[in-house]
């Protein structure tokens, strides 16, 4: 039987008078001085056992001789609040049910009489409701009493203490409203002053004009500077080393002036500055590893000091600099070339074979920065290929390129990007707990779109304020709830604390957002990342605001030389060219100026890839300074013949200048049946049954390079 129902051998407390207790009548409690230690100092001497054991709950505490030494005990356990929420839920639900009408009487006071009538007790028999009131009481949650409001009506009644009362519905409102009342300034203004406890109520457009002139920058760093010494200090250095949350593990192994952890005292100090606030955080709910007494800077007051100090424009500008570019695109580029010209083998498990693996990344750009290596890239490349469907296997173990390849490679480059970041943001190979990491990922996109392209911020700044919007929306997103399910990942129980949340998404940017060109990183002089900016091409692919560009040159900004060397003169937004380049061009130098080499294995790459000829020869005439050299212009046309390219007219005919494709073309069993005639070796009619376009499709799934006329 549960120590918290009444037993039904115990005749006493089913009395509708006041039952006795060893001889002595049960003490009535003035209204005027009910509180808490009131009514532990009422119960019985014959129910301190029970009253300890109930209070004990799983302790194996012994129980004190002396009995001023238990009552002050069992206070103790009352006034801790994890304590008093484990007990009040550890109750059965007839106990709750009761305690709970009280709780939302006026006065928390009810007259026993109404108890009967109240439809939510309407179950209980008079014996069973005078035994729970007795069990209540002998718990001090419940004390008899004789309000002024009582004596008249001539009847007894209970009432929960004042100081009980306003501690479990905050504490209800707090498990109610989740975390956001105590991460967020808005969250906490809104619970003060709808505070039942409190004697006026603030309207909610008042509470908004009040959100609004506490939460402004310049007030909300002038609150900090106001902060005794030592506090401000600590408040500080919470905000910049560790995002504004500060667990007591972490505040005892770090150093400071201050001479213990006093959270009480600062609780007190933040609440009043409306900075912050110090108690106990519990997020294993969440699927976190965080159960700690927390010292918690709002949201808010946060991002107001880091952006006063972190960003934008940290005045230590990085010592070094890294920027990828559009090298990843590039790269796969490459990749998929690679595939077309040779038969890859894989192994048993899937896996490109080592040596083949080296044969590739000789293909690669060769500098993917220090932040990874060329492997790395390759593997990223490798994955997103076979989820996206760009390659499958064949029945003799290689890969072969898919439809979804050749579709690939006409895309603009901002496309390509979308579809390389999506899968980065799904990503669940670089560690961390995913169903945290996917969501800080897409929060922090949506920080780091509002960020000032080319603009220098401390590498912390955006993963903190993403952690921190994170922890302030776990209820909204129903974290709880994906955790709570026994037969998901998550039951395997938290893995990341608060820390380690930011630290991984720091890990994504930089193996992630830093490969695809989204962010450029800086380094200090020992080489460690500091810093982050927004590239322009990240800008437009956010779709944030991008800054204004001088415009290219009239004489462009390529210089093509008779030896096939391409020098790019930088603009600061050349990245559409330099991909167009490095699909025909091998990349030789980088440094302020970018050299490429046109090759003829480039130009037949390119080709097979579903670039056309006339556009390969635009880019270079479009953007060159000084005409393009007509040697080079009559290589690449020769080269591109070499690769067999056919060039297919309106009118269906085909015309390809290389008589030995042409006539591999008309022998080929999957051709001839488009074929009306042969006009001569270089030239064959075809049948009028579709489209050019649709015509073209057909033979490049066949495998040759088509090309449609002006």
Not at 165 to 187: E, H, P, Q, S, Y
Not at 266 to 276: I, K, N, Q, R
Not at 400 to 420: M, N, V, Y
Request: charged share 30%.
């Amino acid at each position: 039987m549960s120590r918290s129902q009444p037993s039904p051998g115990r005749k006493r407390a089913a009395n509708k008078t006041a039952p006795s207790h060893g001889g002595r009548a049960r003490a009535k409690v003035s209204p005027r001085r009910l509180t808490t230690a009131a009514c532990v100092e009422a119960v019985a001497a014959c129910d301190l056992s029970d009253f300890f054991r109930f209070w004990a709950g799983e302790r194996r505490s012994a129980m004190p001789s002396d009995e001023a030494d238990l009552r002050r005990q069992v206070l103790e356990w009352i006034e801790d609040d994890d304590v008093l929420q484990a007990r009040i839920a550890g109750m059965g639900k007839r106990l709750q049910a009761i305690l709970d009408v009280h709780l939302a009487a006026p006065r928390n006071e009810v007259v026993t009489a109404e108890l009967a009538s109240n439809r939510q007790l309407a179950y209980l028999s008079e014996y069973d409701l005078q035994a729970s009131l007795a069990v209540l009481e002998r718990h001090a949650l419940l004390a008899a009493v004789k309000s002024a409001e009582m004596i008249r009506h001539g009847v007894p009644g209970h009432r929960v203490p004042h100081d009980l009362a306003v501690r479990i519905l905050r504490l209800r409102r707090a498990n109610r409203r989740g975390i956001f009342d105590r991460t967020t300034l808005k969250g906490h203004l809104d619970r003060v002053y709808s505070d039942p406890a409190r004697s006026t109520r603030i309207g909610a457009g008042r509470l908004r004009e009040m959100y609004k002139m506490y939460s402004e920058e310049s007030a909300a760093v002038a609150r900090i500077e106001r902060l005794p010494d030592g506090l401000r200090q600590l408040v500080e250095k919470a905000v910049m080393q560790f995002g504004g949350v500060l667990p007591r593990s972490l505040f005892e192994r770090m150093e400071t002036d201050l001479p213990h952890w006093n959270g009480r005292r600062w609780g007190m100090l933040l609440e009043e500055s409306l900075v912050g606030t110090v108690g106990r955080l519990d997020l294993a709910r969440y699927g976190l590893q965080h159960t700690d007494e927390t010292l918690l800077v709002f949201n808010e007051v946060t991002l107001a000091w880091l952006r006063r100090v972190a960003a934008p424009g940290d005045p230590d500008a990085p010592h070094d600099e890294a920027s990828l570019g559009v090298d990843l695109v590039s790269n796969l580029s490459r990749f998929i070339g690679y595939i077309l010209d040779h038969n890859v083998r894989f192994t048993v498990h899937g896996e490109i074979f080592k040596t083949t693996e080296r044969r590739i990344l000789q293909e690669l750009i060769p500098n993917p920065g220090r932040e990874l290596e060329r492997s790395e890239v390759l593997n990223f490349i490798f994955r997103f290929a076979r989820r996206e469907g760009l390659i499958e296997s064949t029945g003799e173990r290689t890969f072969a390129l898919t439809a979804a390849s050749r579709e690939w490679e006409p895309q603009a480059l901002d496309e390509k990007l979308g579809t390389l970041l999506t899968y980065a943001v799904e990503e669940a190979q670089l560690g961390g707990e995913y169903f945290h990491q996917a969501r800080l990922r897409r929060i922090y996109l949506r920080l780091l779109k509002r960020s000032e392209p080319g603009t220098w911020y401390d590498l912390m700044y955006l993963p903190f304020l993403a952690r921190n919007t994170y922890l302030a929306s776990l209820d909204d997103l129903a974290v709880e709830d994906h955790f709570a399910e026994g037969d998901t990942v998550a039951a395997r129980g938290a893995m990341d604390d608060l820390q380690r949340l930011a630290w991984n998404l720091v890990h994504w940017v930089r193996k992630r957002l830093y490969l695809l060109g989204v962010v450029d990183l800086g380094y200090d002089r020992r080489g460690h990342p500091v810093a982050v900016r927004l590239t322009r091409a990240g800008a437009r692919l956010l779709g944030g605001a991008t800054p204004s560009v001088s415009e290219t040159p009239p004489l462009g900004n390529l210089v093509v030389t008779p030896d096939y060397e391409v020098v790019l003169f930088p603009t600061g937004d050349d990245a559409e060219l330099v991909h167009d380049l490095d699909r025909f061009c091998s990349r030789e130098k980088r440094g302020y100026l970018i050299h490429f080499r046109i090759l003829e294995k480039g130009v037949g790459r390119a080709l097979s890839e579903g670039m056309s000829l006339r556009r390969l020869i635009a880019v270079l005439e479009s953007h060159s300074r000084t005409p393009v050299p007509q040697n080079v212009l009559y290589s690449i046309r020769d080269w591109a013949c070499r690769a067999g390219l056919i060039v297919l007219d309106r009118k269906g005919v085909a015309r390809c200048e290389n008589t030995e494709v042409l006539g591999r073309f008309r022998r080929d069993p999957g051709v001839r049946p488009y074929i009306r005639r042969v006009v001569d070796e270089r030239t064959v009619q075809l049948k009028s049954g579709a489209t050019p376009r649709r015509q073209r499709a057909l033979l490049c799934d066949l495998g040759y390079i088509i090309e449609l006329a002006e």
